[in-house]
């Protein structure tokens, strides 16, 4: 079984910056996918990016220019840096992952993914 440990969470004003992490322990596979999903209250969970075993990566259109994924193979950790924050940012952010590669189910869709972190709220004052 795998475990995820989200932290980095906070409150920032607008135009900071937040670094969260994401560690995952466990059975752990080397071909794997890790997200970063977030929820506004009132609102559906929103895809925010995504990164591969072979490090390829993706954003939403709401956070492209602005957050940057990495990982870190080795501690099987994967980073949000966010940059430029707008308080439309807030919401509770949660990491996800998967082991190999389900077909048929995009990346961008939470079902994709079958271990979930416990959230980190990150709060964006203006």
């Known amino acids: 079984q795998v475990q995820l440990i989200e932290s980095g969470g906070g409150l920032v004003q607008a135009g900071g910056s937040l670094r969260l992490s994401c560690a995952a322990s466990?059975?752990?596979?080397?071909?794997?996918?890790m997200a970063w999903f977030r929820q506004a209250p009132g609102k559906e969970r929103q895809f925010v990016s995504a990164?591969?075993?072979?490090?390829?990566?993706y954003y939403g259109d709401s956070v492209a220019g602005r957050f940057t994924i990495s990982r870190d193979k080795a501690k099987n950790t994967a980073y949000l840096q966010m940059n430029n924050l707008k308080p439309e940012d807030t919401a509770v952010y949660y990491c996800?992952?998967?082991?190999?590669?389900?077909?048929?189910?995009?990346?961008?869709?939470?079902?994709?993914?079958?271990?979930w972190g416990q959230g980190t709220q990150v709060t964006v004052s203006s």
């Open positions: 996800a992952r998967v082991e190999g590669v389900p077909l048929g189910i995009p990346y961008s869709d939470k079902e994709h993914y079958s271990t």
């Open positions: 990164i591969s075993w072979s490090g390829n990566t």
């Open positions: 466990g059975r752990t596979s080397s071909i794997y996918g």
